[in-house]
């Protein structure tokens, strides 16, 4: 009899929803609006709604579905509550009990970076392996602790919130968090357009980033793939921060492997490289030799792991 | 029916043993010599004949003993094996199939700081918590991360190694480890001594520790607790380095509460006011409130933790 169970993944303007075979085999895909207004009191029924269509559709025996996982951009506890999403415009939200309440199927719900996490432990870069930091480069730094194939939601519900680890005293305008010299404000997208703009004021070399109007991460990076010297020094710099963060971090949990994801990552290789060397120098000697690898699942990470919390 | 379990320490000298109750009330207590000669080999041998010697003597049905958890000094696998173990003189050993073997009794064997991490949980100054860091100040730093009740003994077996994480880009002789600028090079007892004789070098400014011959982390917090400002500049210093590493590891796992251990701990709660502002000032906002602790079982926390594995 063959089993199913459904990956939802709740952003701010659109709601990712995957049905998958419990081997990870996935069965359909397709994307809902993300309801914000009033509250968002109509997220989770619309959520509710799509599935109960999808099962209808399908004609799925409500038996042969193992759950829904559910991964929502805010911290969530060990009871499956959200204090508040303020991307959602929720307040305190029982997700678990709501969304099993209107669909009768039981229902696990993780924070989205987290679940993200899993789903590319289940069958993205970290297929395979059962222990994971996944540090996703985006817009700000976000991460996820796989351990033992589970999720480390943290007491808080701060667990893999490796974006906010201090890592430079020097800089003193604050992260969106409110501390200074957070990892995210030197190693994310708009930090490493940070580093590069340093870089440019700091010299007249020539580079092939100067007299851009805007100076990206894949600006960098692709100057870095044309041997560009004030970039690879710009790359060195992120490499040295994020590799010598991730030492760190090998040294609490000591994963298998370590995955690099987020918009940043389509730097490819590259990227590993830069971060690599630096991870291998600081880290402690029964880690160095780590896995790294990149991201494979993009934006269907989180339908992945939302799946796996329910499989 | 009462059910019973055994918890042993083997250190490089003595090998701590403890009868338990399975709700963790200690029943008897006593040591045997570790012979570490012939490569170790009667070291398993010597722990069957004194467990089944107590069996004997407390007439204990075999079927009430629930298992023996054994922790040791060396990176233990998830099968229960060690690579090597230094001090005890061992190869590759299969703690777990060996002792078995010899007593007939299940086996669960963990590296000795994390089990005293999970005896600090169970009985200690964690109890109550479920997730922990255990951060042990001793002639080393030591460490071990509980998560969910359970040690996280990483892939390599080296998790909770923080006190190899790297901290001090300005210190260029080697840690034991082989890296330099490790926190065990700052935090440790001999860390703080080494912080004390550069305050001292750095400054005529009077001290009660100038003239000894022998400066100590207890001699520099006895000075504190006198209100002797180089003893407090050097506690500033120690509690910058350890509250900023502890900072970052909260947002990786993010524990319910911080236990702070081993010789250099019997300084008192004065040692955590030095850590904890730190803390506090670095960590990312949701942690910021997390519980701090001494540990409170001394040396008989690796007996404690070592039954919890198998009850």
Chains 1, 2 share one sequence.
Request: aromatic fraction near 6%; charge should be negative; hydrophobic fraction near 40%.
């Amino acid at each position: 009899m063959k089993k199913y169970c459904f990956g939802i993944d709740v952003g701010g303007t659109t709601v990712k929803c995957g049905l998958f075979s419990t081997e990870g085999v996935p069965l359909d895909k397709w994307e809902i609006p993300t309801r914000t207004e009033d509250d968002g009191k109509n997220i989770l029924p619309d959520v509710a709604e799509t599935i109960l269509a999808k099962i209808a559709e399908k004609d799925i025996a409500k038996e042969n579905i193992t759950g829904i996982g559910i991964g929502v951009p805010g911290p969530v506890n060990e009871n499956g509550c959200v204090p508040c999403a303020v991307n959602l415009h929720w307040g305190y939200k029982d997700i678990e009990g709501e969304l099993k309440e209107l669909t009768g199927i039981p229902v696990k719900a993780g924070n989205d970076a987290n679940v993200a996490a899993l789903g590319e432990l289940w069958k993205g870069g970290g297929a395979g392996a059962r222990s994971m930091i996944m540090v996703t480069l985006g817009t700000g730094v976000g991460g996820g602790i796989i351990i033992d194939e589970k999720i480390v939601p943290g007491y808080h519900g701060a667990g893999g919130e490796i974006g906010h680890v201090h890592v430079e005293d020097a800089i003193t305008d604050p992260c969106n968090c409110g501390n200074c010299g957070c990892l995210e404000q030197v190693a994310s997208a708009t930090g490493i357009a940070r580093l590069a703009r340093e870089e440019l004021a700091a010299s007249d070399e020539p580079s092939v980033m100067r007299g851009r109007e805007h100076v990206s991460a894949k600006t960098v990076f692709d100057a870095v793939k044309e041997g560009d010297a004030v970039a690879i020094r710009v790359a060195e710099r992120f490499g040295l921060y994020l590799g010598k963060a991730l030492a760190s971090f090998s040294c609490v949990v000591d994963p298998q492997i370590i995955v690099i994801g987020g918009g940043v990552s389509k730097a490819g290789p590259i990227l590993l490289d830069f971060i690599e060397k630096n991870y291998r120098k600081y880290t402690f000697k029964a880690c160095r030799e780590t896995d790294f690898a990149l991201a494979l699942l993009g934006n269907d990470a989180g339908i992945y792991g939302a799946a796996k919390m329910v499989c």
